[in-house]
């Protein structure tokens, strides 16, 4: 059967290797940026976002348990303001939105931010580059969240952008995701 996060890291390795600059705009627990500091390597770099600082710490951990190659860099903010620190392009991005899994379920992403910061991201691509966006619909903040997304990726141009959808239809309160693909 299919699994939704396999599926997503199978749509990210099309557009990146060794070498590349890629970001986690929602750090939490740091296994997507795990993920990402393996996947690009020594000579890569990653950035990773959160506004908890328990999350950096949590993820810190991560990547010294797992001797992760030393090209991370854990920022304390919140993801839109992604451009104050990251000074070149990106080959990739991910977003995980909602909670911390086993922290506090009031510190969510929000709509307002999360739409900033998604345009945000969109702005920093590279050619051939990838973002992606995972959706929680099983709690209210999450739904509007993805159909803000939803609205707002469908007016970007066709011809610098391929906008998408991946949703298992017979499982509506289960995870989503955007992909966002440049030419
Ligand atoms: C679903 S969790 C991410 C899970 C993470 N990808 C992992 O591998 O564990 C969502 C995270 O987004 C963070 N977050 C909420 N608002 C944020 C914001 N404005 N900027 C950056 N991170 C934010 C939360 O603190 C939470 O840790």
């Known amino acids: 059967m299919l699994d939704i996060l396999e599926t997503e890291k199978s749509f990210i390795l099309k557009h990146i290797k060794e070498g590349d600059t890629v970001a986690d705009f ?3 627990n740091g296994h997507d940026t795990l993920f990402f500091s393996q996947t690009v390597g020594v000579g890569g770099r990653v950035f990773a976002f959160d506004i908890q600082q328990s999350a950096l710490e949590s993820t810190k951990k991560r990547l010294e348990d797992n001797n992760a190659p030393q090209n991370y860099t854990l920022i304390c903010d919140s993801h839109h303001n992604a ?3 990251i000074d070149c392009k990106i080959k990739a991005g991910m977003f995980n939105l909602g909670y911390l899994p086993g ?3 009031t510190i969510t992403t929000k709509r307002e931010t999360t739409l900033a910061a998604v345009k945000t991201a969109i702005g920093l691509l590279d050619t051939d580059s990838i973002l992606l966006i995972a959706v929680y619909p099983g709690h209210e903040e999450g739904e509007i969240e993805g159909e803000l997304i939803n609205e707002m990726l469908q ?3 066709r011809k610098k952008y391929c ?3 991946f949703r298992i239809i017979n499982s509506p309160t289960s995870s989503y995701f955007y992909i966002v693909e440049t030419k």
């Open 103 to 105: 922290g506090d379920k």
């Open 83 to 85: 451009d104050k620190y």
């Open 155 to 157: 007016t970007l141009d």
């Open 163 to 165: 906008c998408a959808k």
């Open 26 to 28: 929602t750090m939490g």
